[in-house]
């Protein structure tokens, strides 16, 4: 297995940023709206899908300004009594949005005001006054939310699943999707939790396309409904702002940029290609990820001895077009001598503060200079840095998972031995602390984090899931094995009203 894994990074050499990205994002399901770093990108189901805590506290300066409201106005919760309260504010920071299924808020700064807001939206959310149990009554009647896991799976197909918020459980629906001679390598979820797009490779024809699917009242995919694009090459990675205006797509040597439409998920292409280092000699990146604050992109290298970094350009004749940042590639400090990163894959904290990659096997970690609006998104590696040397996955592998709460960060051991290992995160250095003994999964892929924070998933090299519960020390319990899946499998997740 180990063999087959090594000769298809060959082929397709590239990755998907999920997990991940798309649980990375501000404003996060499962607390209530964590405002800390951007003033508030609400995702619908902001406020907390299993009674979680509610907002966390804004940053010490305020945070930056909102990004784009929610569009359903924070739907979620299942606990009928809501979230607690979230933590106050040091000087401002957005209250959360959302409501149980009796109405209470789940989320609510509990001392703190609300964030900056852009002409987006990302103003407090509509979800009523904060309560140390819950609070008031919101205004669209809180509906329960409903959570579903998707699967790309190299060889396998695309899958659904419906995930049970009181214990974990996945059930697949349906069986599973593929076009005709085609093979799925990246995926993504759009942050209004109304598409999902799935990059395809058809190994008969030489056609590469990106789907556009739109996602049913039920969870599953209208995949007779679906919108696609053609790129030269093969897109093995997505990543999206986390407003959801761009798509940043990786394939060959270079990253692709796309607008979205909000109301169809259509993807237009903006400008040309960005060739990835310098000319003449252009590297394939292999994974790509947006960090929260949607000021910035990174992307790992298939060869090479650094993380790349861009900044989101607003302005100009093309926004969402990406410059590279001063000092790119950012070295990973401690490489031997003459040693190249081999792809790795990369989450980056909720607050944005701190990014980890896993490439040539090491965990390295690194902080984000983010703090303020003049901030250059530059990497500067953290002291203890790498954290590990057996965290290798197939380049591709989206093999590295940060919880929606910012505080542990799971990582999956493919090549050398098989097993997932999880650390703590230090809240003001984002130095890693183990939290227990690596634990034995056959084949772990990659691994993915449903948006509450409650529960870990592992994509199996061998079509099985395995689920774990998380407890609130980030110790995962009540291991669960589902048959299911597919080889080299990557999942993401959606809250569904």
Do not use: W
């Not at 060959?10 to 404003?27: E, I, P, Q, R, Y």
């Amino acid at each position: 297995m180990m063999t087959r894994s090594r000769a298809v990074v060959a082929l397709c050499a590239v990755t998907t940023a999920m997990s991940a990205c798309d649980s990375t994002t501000t404003g996060s399901p499962s607390d209530g709206g964590d405002t800390s770093m951007a003033g508030g990108s609400g995702s619908p189901s902001t406020g907390g899908t299993h009674g979680s805590t509610g907002g966390s506290s804004g940053s010490p300066t305020g945070g930056h300004p909102g990004g784009t409201g929610s569009v359903t106005g924070g739907r979620g919760g299942n606990d009928t009594a809501g979230g607690a309260a979230g933590q106050p504010g040091l000087d401002g920071g957005t209250g959360g949005q959302g409501h149980s299924p009796a109405g209470g808020t789940g989320g609510g700064a509990a001392a703190g005001g609300a964030g900056a807001s852009t002409a987006d939206g990302g103003q407090a959310g509509d979800g009523g006054q904060a309560g140390g149990d819950g609070g008031q009554a919101g205004d669209d009647g809180g509906q329960p939310a409903r959570e579903f896991g998707y699967i790309a799976a190299r060889f396998g197909g695309l899958l659904t699943c419906s995930i049970n918020l009181a214990n974990g459980a996945a059930t697949q629906l349906g069986s599973a999707f593929n076009p005709p001679r085609s093979s799925p390598l990246a995926i993504a979820v759009h942050p209004s939790q109304k598409f999902v797009f799935v990059a395809y490779l058809n190994f008969q024809d030489n056609l590469n396309l990106i789907n556009t699917y739109p996602i049913a009242s039920n969870g599953t995919l209208l995949t007779g409904d679906s919108l696609s694009v053609s790129t030269p090459d093969g897109v093995g990675g997505i990543a999206l702002e986390p407003q959801g205006h761009f798509a940043y797509a990786i394939g060959g040597k270079a990253i692709y940029v796309y607008r979205i439409d909000s109301d169809t998920g259509a993807l237009t292409p903006v400008g040309d290609p960005l060739l990835v280092g310098s000319p003449p000699d252009h590297v394939a990146p292999t994974f790509i990820a947006a960090d929260p604050s949607g000021r910035f992109v990174y992307a790992s290298p298939g060869f090479g001895t650094g993380v790349f970094g861009y900044r989101i350009e607003r302005a100009g004749s093309a926004p969402g077009a990406l410059t590279e940042l001063a000092g790119s590639p950012f070295t990973i400090p401690g490489l031997p001598e003459g040693a190249s990163v081999f792809g790795g894959a990369i989450a980056i904290t909720p607050n944005g503060r701190f990014l980890y990659t896993s490439g040539a096997g090491r965990l390295s970690a690194f902080a984000i200079d983010a703090d303020d609006a003049d901030a250059t998104g530059a990497l500067n590696p953290i002291a203890g840095s790498p954290f590990s040397l057996v965290v290798e996955s197939d380049a591709p592998a989206p093999n590295v998972a940060i919880d929606p709460q910012g505080g542990h960060l799971y990582a999956t051991q493919f090549h050398s031995g098989a097993a997932l290992h999880g650390f703590g995160i230090t809240p003001d250095s984002g130095a890693l602390a183990k939290l227990e003994e690596p634990i034995d999964v056959a084949g772990p892929y990659s691994v993915a984090i449903d948006p509450s924070g409650h529960f870990l998933y592992v994509p199996n090299d061998g079509n099985t899931l395995t689920g774990y519960a998380i407890a609130p020390t980030g110790v995962l319990t009540d291991p669960q094995q589902f048959q299911f899946g597919g080889f080299e499998a990557k999942m993401v997740f959606a809250i569904v009203p």
